[in-house]
């Protein structure tokens, strides 16, 4: 199924030059916002300003081997689900063991 269309479309642009340090400081707070780049910068630019943020040395500290594990976990999260929707059948019990696994990492993340 298809993502429906926007009832505003997206058609304008604006590109702003910055520095290599400019651009790494938008970098890690729009990360330790867990946000893209372009999505953070809309929010900045149009009102999230008022709303406090995490500094960029705070994103820095967080453990890239934490994220790194999610990713992983949610990789094969990823398989299993698509190889039960091709072969129609219940997700295996091991399943419950990954999402534990998951909800743990995640749960990690808070206390850094």
Same mark, same amino acid.
């Given at each position: 199924m298809a993502r429906p269309r926007s009832e505003n479309k /997206?058609? $304008? $642009? #604006?590109?702003?030059? #910055? =520095? =290599?340090?400019e651009f790494a400081e938008v970098y890690w707070r729009a990360r330790a916002s867990s946000m893209r780049m372009v999505?953070? +910068?809309r929010w900045r630019l149009l009102g999230g300003a008022s709303q406090p943020i995490v500094p960029a040395s705070a994103s820095r500290r967080m453990d890239d081997g934490l994220f790194a594990e999610l /990713?992983? #976990?949610g990789n094969n999260l990823n398989q299993l689900v698509r190889l039960c929707h091709s072969t129609r059948t219940p997700p295996p019990a091991s399943?419950? +063991?990954? #999402?534990? /696994?998951? /909800?743990? +990492?995640i749960n990690r993340t808070g206390q850094s």
């Open positions: /997206r058609d $304008q $642009q #604006l590109n702003v030059g #910055l =520095t =290599t340090e999505d953070y +910068a /990713r992983r #976990l399943l419950e +063991a990954l #999402l534990q /696994r998951i /909800r743990e +990492a």
